[in-house]
């Protein structure tokens, strides 16, 4: 089937590349056979409804989910079949919908286990420093139990957590569900500055228009399948997404 496509997209070389995916929960198609790339650098979105297969490409890709049929390759290696505690060293962070904090944990500790593969130390501290910077709330909150954060506060720190893996690949989930939109919107500027520092990123985001105003390249995913695609400004304009998405006639 031929997707249409809105704007060219720069040349990248991909690190993650996504061929006829399959998954499927016992009787129920969620993904049929959708094929997408995540350059290096780049910052890709998927859009669409409720119930049209955005986290279930994630928890695919992450090796949440056993894909039915099709192949994951991340940076060159087929990753298809392998768990999600194998895919973390390899450079492969996800915040999931929902955040998945540990509550009774400290912010810190929470922080600390977000980097518990790795062995730098001092380096560890440096990144501890760096996202205290981003997320200033989370420095006055170091001591504090996740689980008595806010709601913007715990997705900052779902954020952080992800990045203290120091990830090639973030794939974020919902990131701005239920948050006031100031908190959204620092939480988007603060993807911005990551990717900035070469994190490529896939986004599942509901809302539309910041999604696509982040996004290098979106895909947008009906009943399991990718029917459009394009640069992430392109889609923007574009009249069909702004009536289905964006809510203008």
């Known amino acids: 089937m031929s997707i249409e496509t809105l704007g060219s997209r720069a040349p990248r070389e991909n690190l993650l590349d996504i061929k006829d995916l399959e ?5 129920i198609t ?28 994630l928890r695919a890709i992450s090796g949440m989910l056993r894909a039915r049929a099709g192949t994951v390759t991340f940076g060159g290696e087929d990753t298809t079949r392998l768990p999600s505690h ?48 981003l997320f200033p709330r ?16 715990q997705q900052m720190l779902a954020i952080a957590r992800a990045l203290m893996s120091r990830p090639r690949l973030l794939l974020l989930d919902e990131p701005s569900l239920g948050l006031a939109p100031q908190i ?3 939480i988007f500027r603060t993807l911005r500055e990551v990717n900035a520092e070469g994190v490529s990123i896939l986004l599942v ?3 539309a228009h910041l999604a696509l105003a982040l996004a290098h390249f979106a895909y947008v ?22 009536k289905a ?3 203008e006639e």
């Open 30 to 57: 969620a993904l049929r056979g959708i094929s997408l790339t995540v350059g290096r650098g780049e910052v890709v979105a998927l859009i669409g409804a409720n119930g049209a297969g955005k986290t279930s490409t």
């Open 205 to 207: 985001e509901q809302n």
């Open 86 to 133: 194998k895919l973390v060293p390899r450079g492969m962070a996800h915040a999931p919908e929902g955040r998945g904090i540990f509550p009774n944990l400290s912010v810190e500790e929470n922080l600390e286990l977000g980097a518990f593969l790795r062995r730098d130390a001092s380096a560890v501290r440096a990144d501890l420093d760096k996202y205290y910077a």
């Open 23 to 27: 998954v499927s929960y016992g009787a």
């Open 245 to 247: 998405y964006l809510g």
């Open 221 to 242: 995913l009906e009943t399991g399948s990718i029917v459009l695609q394009g640069q992430g400004r392109a889609l923007l304009e574009s009249p069909a997404i702004r």
């Open 184 to 186: 959204t919107e620092l």
């Open 138 to 153: 989370l420095a006055e909150r170091r001591t504090q139990q996740a689980g008595t954060l806010s709601g913007g506060e």
